[in-house]
């Protein structure tokens, strides 16, 4: 007799953390120019006007709707931006977790921040998770008291 699929395991702690207003205006912004490029390439019947449009929409969707993801599990924290530039820390590496705000209010992006420190933001509140190597990393979070939380009660 086969023996059921227990699935994919249940994570501890998920968060998606989008993008601020600021990089949503920029990113709209974006994509207005392209839109007003088709226009104007229609208009002037210029072919080459419809290049920036090929650039300005991938870019501005990039950039209007830009995600940070942490997501933790028994073994390991998961941590990945736009669902493209991911990191996979093993929990039992991790040396201490507290909030953060090193980025300030231009954190954006994946963002090399210093000698061994990473950030994956989008603006907003952040954790800061020290590992046992020295390596620093740096995400975006909604909730990160919850974070902290889940983190330290296992190694307590």
């Known amino acids: 007799m086969a023996v059921p699929s227990t699935g ?7 968060s998606r ?3 601020t207003l600021l990089p949503r205006s920029i990113g709209f912004t974006i994509i207005a120019f392209g839109v007003l490029f088709i226009a104007l390439s229609l208009t002037q019947r210029r072919l080459d006007f419809l290049l920036l ?6 870019l501005g969707s990039f950039v209007g709707f830009m995600t940070a993801t942490v997501k933790v599990d028994e073994h390991s924290v998961v941590i990945a931006f736009c669902d ?23 954190g954006y992006g994946v963002r090399y921040m210093g000698p061994g420190t990473v950030g994956y933001l989008v603006g907003g509140p952040e954790i800061n998770i020290q590992m046992k190597s020295g390596k620093t990393v740096i995400a975006s979070t909604n909730r990160p008291e919850q974070l902290i939380r889940i983190l330290t009660e296992a190694e307590s």
């Open 17 to 19: 953390a989008r993008a």
């Open 84 to 106: 493209i530039f991911k990191r996979t820390l093993r929990r039992d590496e991790i040396a201490t977790v507290t909030t953060d705000n090193a980025a300030g209010p231009s």
């Open 8 to 14: 994919p395991r249940q994570a501890l702690y998920y």
């Open 53 to 58: 449009p090929l650039i300005a929409f991938p």
